[in-house]
């Protein structure tokens, strides 16, 4: 399988696949969001798009904070999951995480969003919950 990560070049590109993407949660939770909001708070987070057989079909946004690497966002084409795309990114955060000698990968997913199985199956556990979200972390090590 020919995936690969490459950063951003185009981040409107990115946020408005990301809102069209997330659409339905927007509407839920954040209707004042949109393309140029997804943009604001996206735009200083490591942006890579995620490449399969030299097509753009999601986007991954990683940052550092206090517990380590964060996954901030994990997209991928609706018409591309269940291909082992999704898992082939997490693999490549716990590998840049290694890089960067942290040894935890956290996240927070929408309590609603089926992507949970993708974190479970891939090392991650619930550390916490709120009204929304649970936070979730895998050892990188």
């Known amino acids: 399988m020919s ?3 490459v950063a951003t070049e185009n981040l409107h590109r990115a946020a408005r696949f990301t809102y ?3 659409r339905v949660y927007y509407e839920q939770f954040a209707p004042d969001w949109d393309v140029a909001k997804v943009l604001e708070v996206t735009q200083e987070l490591e942006n890579l798009d995620i490449v399969f057989h030299q097509e753009v079909v999601g986007v991954m946004r990683l940052a550092t904070g206090d517990e380590g690497y964060i996954i901030r966002d994990l997209q991928v084409l ?3 999951q269940n291909r082992g795309i999704g898992k082939a990114a997490v693999k ?3 590998r840049r995480a290694a890089n960067a000698n942290v040894n935890t990968l956290t996240l927070r ?3 609603i969003s089926p992507a949970i199985t993708l974190y479970t199956r891939n ?6 919950e709120d009204e929304r979200f ?3 972390a895998a050892e990188v090590r």
Do not use: C
């Open 3 to 5: 995936i690969t990560f």
């Open 20 to 22: 069209e993407n997330m």
């Open 78 to 80: 609706p018409t591309f």
């Open 92 to 94: 490549e955060a716990k």
């Open 109 to 111: 997913v929408l309590k």
């Open 123 to 128: 090392g991650f556990t619930i550390r916490s």
């Open 134 to 136: 649970y936070h979730m």
